[in-house]
């Protein structure tokens, strides 16, 4: 057990002996471990070294999330739900009050109860699964749609801003590393062609016609945890809560839970847009959430996992336009092979839009 990381767990309000602490889990961003105590209370919990490169202002993520799940805690309390401990995560603070601690390198770590007998997935393989994640995050929207007080603090400036996106673009043409627009012509034809339509929700926005949300910015389906007979626990991994329309989490749990290939699949005939996938989902988040939605967001829907899918292929071929300088590769044209594979699904969606449209107006209509 290393003992400068036992260190940093003691700091944080564990009354139990801490036995063993090991590496957890499969993320990308944060460093997570499983801290394993003995005695009468709470056994386990979640350790994670958060990373402050990606996450500029982690006090301000540690006090959205503490306010979200803070927030929903009390909903379940009054709901009298049964085990409502396992419904919502629960961090702990440090002996000063803070609920993050900083080490003597510069830095965060936190601290949460791992809840038993849970599970999750990482794939959506079917439609009952996709409508569980759907639920899942209809739930989590219903939740936190009732949040007061000031907006959530931004914790990633910018993320889905696709006026910020299509600068960055523009920049990138001018990189243009080892001439590199050359090979990307079309991909640079095709974005440059989307981009008036792709503002479509900013321009709602603008006029008012669709409010800012607490949206959770990471809707795949391993961010669902389920109990042993697949009944739904909670959504977890709220560091990129942050206002924002509620068309993000849904487009993006559609771009990736609907693609009948993967995010990088260079074959592109094998790409295409399940409508089981997406209306399972959609029957799913609808369930939960319609009463929260307004009909301009309904009918804006659709649209929204088109908007994803353009704006995650904008982003690899800006990468790949500037040297593959943001996202890890694993070949030189990885960035531009993740671009076409997204730009191809920018194009199933479209072939699909009418009967989306029409999903969303009967699911709509009966929710």
């Known amino acids: 057990?290393?003992?400068?990381?036992?260190?940093?767990?003691?700091?944080?309000?564990?009354?139990?002996?801490?036995?063993?602490?090991?590496?957890?889990?499969?993320?990308?961003?944060?460093?997570?471990?499983?801290?394993?105590?003995?005695?009468?209370?709470?056994?386990?919990?979640?350790?994670?070294?958060?990373?402050?490169?990606?996450?500029?202002?982690?006090?301000?993520?540690?006090?959205?999330i503490i306010r979200i799940t803070n927030h929903i805690h009390q909903i379940l309390v009054d709901g009298k739900v049964a085990n409502h401990q396992d419904k919502v995560l629960t961090h702990l603070p440090t002996g000063s009050g803070e609920y993050y601690q900083?080490?003597?390198?510069?830095?965060?770590?936190?601290?949460?109860?791992?809840?038993?007998?849970?599970?999750?997935?990482?794939?959506?393989?079917?439609?009952?699964?996709?409508?569980?994640?759907?639920?899942?995050?209809?739930?989590?929207?219903?939740?936190?749609?009732?949040?007061?007080?000031?907006?959530?603090?931004?914790?990633?400036?910018?993320?889905?801003?696709?006026?910020?996106?299509?600068?960055?673009?523009?920049?990138?043409?001018?990189?243009?590393?080892?001439?590199?627009?050359?090979?990307?012509?079309?991909?640079?034809?095709f974005a440059l062609n989307l981009a008036e339509e792709m503002k479509t929700l900013l321009n709602h926005q603008r006029f008012g016609e669709l409010p800012e949300r607490v949206t959770h910015n990471d809707t795949k389906i391993n961010n669902i945890l389920f109990d042993e007979d697949d009944q739904?626990?909670?959504?977890?991994?709220?560091?990129?809560?942050?206002?924002?329309?509620?068309?993000?989490?849904?487009?993006?749990?559609?771009?990736?839970?609907?693609?009948?290939?993967?995010?990088?699949?260079?074959?592109?005939?094998?790409?295409?847009?399940?409508?089981?996938?997406?209306k399972s989902f959609s029957q799913g988040i609808l369930e939960e959430a319609k009463n929260i939605l307004t009909n301009k967001e309904v009918g804006l829907l659709p649209h929204s996992v088109k908007f994803m899918a353009y704006i995650m292929g904008l982003r690899f071929l800006t990468d790949f336009l500037e040297g593959d300088v943001y996202y890890k590769i694993k070949h030189p044209k990885h960035n531009l092979q993740r671009t076409k594979a997204q730009f191809k699904l920018v194009e199933e969606v479209e072939n699909q839009m009418d009967l989306m449209k029409q999903i969303i107006a009967e699911l709509a209509g009966s929710a």
Request: charge should be negative; proline fraction near 3%; glycine fraction near 6%.
């Open 102 to 189: 900083v080490d003597q390198d510069g830095n965060y770590w936190t601290l949460c109860n791992a809840i038993e007998g849970c599970k999750s997935y990482e794939k959506i393989s079917d439609p009952r699964l996709a409508y569980l994640a759907g639920k899942a995050y209809g739930e989590f929207q219903k939740q936190v749609s009732s949040l007061k007080g000031k907006p959530l603090n931004v914790t990633i400036p910018d993320f889905h801003n696709i006026e910020f996106r299509l600068n960055n673009f523009h920049k990138a043409l001018e990189i243009n590393f080892q001439d590199r627009k050359v090979e990307a012509q079309k991909e640079v034809g």
């Open 1 to 64: 057990m290393d003992k400068s990381i036992k260190a940093v767990t003691n700091s944080f309000n564990i009354k139990n002996e801490i036995i063993n602490i090991q590496p957890f889990g499969n993320g990308h961003i944060n460093d997570t471990y499983l801290v394993t105590t003995e005695g009468e209370e709470h056994k386990n919990y979640i350790l994670q070294r958060k990373n402050h490169h990606v996450f500029k202002d982690i006090p301000g993520m540690m006090e959205n």
């Open 232 to 278: 739904i626990l909670c959504v977890i991994d709220l560091d990129t809560v942050m206002p924002g329309l509620f068309h993000f989490d849904f487009g993006d749990a559609l771009r990736t839970a609907a693609n009948t290939a993967e995010e990088d699949e260079k074959d592109l005939s094998k790409i295409g847009f399940d409508l089981d996938i997406f």
